[in-house]
């Protein structure tokens, strides 16, 4: 007896017709829900060191303020880009210009910081190297918590002592800043230039000791 083959055809299957939607969020938002007006920002700007190199010079809160950036105003003024900054983390690399000779880095935190209450804990990093295939490193960072002037937002404007440095030619800094763009107040008043644009933003170069940083290319330094 041979086996009968049954015939079964396909039925195409009919379409519903329902539309998908995404799912609502939950909780449904009432009323316009709060946010965060004044984004806490992080930015890595990074120097090369010229000139003779230092031996140990001091580095100012203004100074890093302009090194993070300002806004010409015109050909010889200029207004700081942040109003409120914090330095999370300082790196210095330290190459050796020739093998056998050592070269030093250092960072430390300023020991008294002036016009100030507060202060430490001190902390120095220092760091040694006489190959080519590895410079002299440091990298000076503040307490995590809140103990210390170091860990806190400063004004741009402060001419008080953050560190002091030492370095030797063709060093680089890479500093690590948070900063808010301060659309809530107005600016303060930045450095002195010399032929600046209005309208652009520049990184400040600065002198310490013998030494002259100047932000990397193709950033914009003045």
């Known amino acids: 007896m ?16 329902k539309v998908n939607y995404h799912s609502i969020p939950r ?7 709060p946010y965060v007006a004044q984004e806490n920002r992080s930015w890595v700007v ?3 060191c010229g000139g003779t190199g230092t031996v140990g010079a001091q580095i100012n809160m203004n100074t890093l303020a302009g090194a993070l950036g300002i806004i010409a105003t015109g050909a010889t ?10 330095m999370r983390r300082m790196c210095l690399w330290g190459p050796v210009a020739t093998a056998g000779t050592p070269v030093n880095v250092l960072a ?3 020991d008294d910081p002036a016009s100030n209450t507060q202060s430490g804990p001190p902390k120095t990093v220092q ?10 490193y440091v990298c000076l960072e503040p307490p995590k918590d809140n103990s210390s002037i170091f860990s806190q937002w400063f004004d741009s404007s402060l001419t008080t002592g953050w560190c002091f440095i030492a370095a ?11 900063f808010i763009v301060d659309d809530i107040g107005s600016t303060s008043a930045g450095p002195t230039i010399a032929g600046g644009t209005a309208g652009t933003i520049y990184h400040k170069t600065f002198a310490v000791g013998a030494s002259t940083w100047t932000v990397v290319s193709p950033l914009n330094a003045i």
């Open 2 to 17: 041979q086996s009968r083959k049954k015939n079964f055809q396909k039925v195409p299957r009919k379409r519903s017709g």
């Open 77 to 86: 003024t200029s207004v700081f880009m942040a109003d409120q900054i914090r």
């Open 108 to 110: 430390k935190f300023v």
């Open 127 to 136: 760091d040694s190297s006489v190959s080519f295939d590895r410079p002299a």
């Open 168 to 178: 030797p030619p063709g060093s680089i800094m890479d500093l690590h800043f948070n």
């Open 46 to 48: 990074r120097f090369s």
């Open 27 to 33: 909780p449904l938002a009432l009323a316009p829900p």
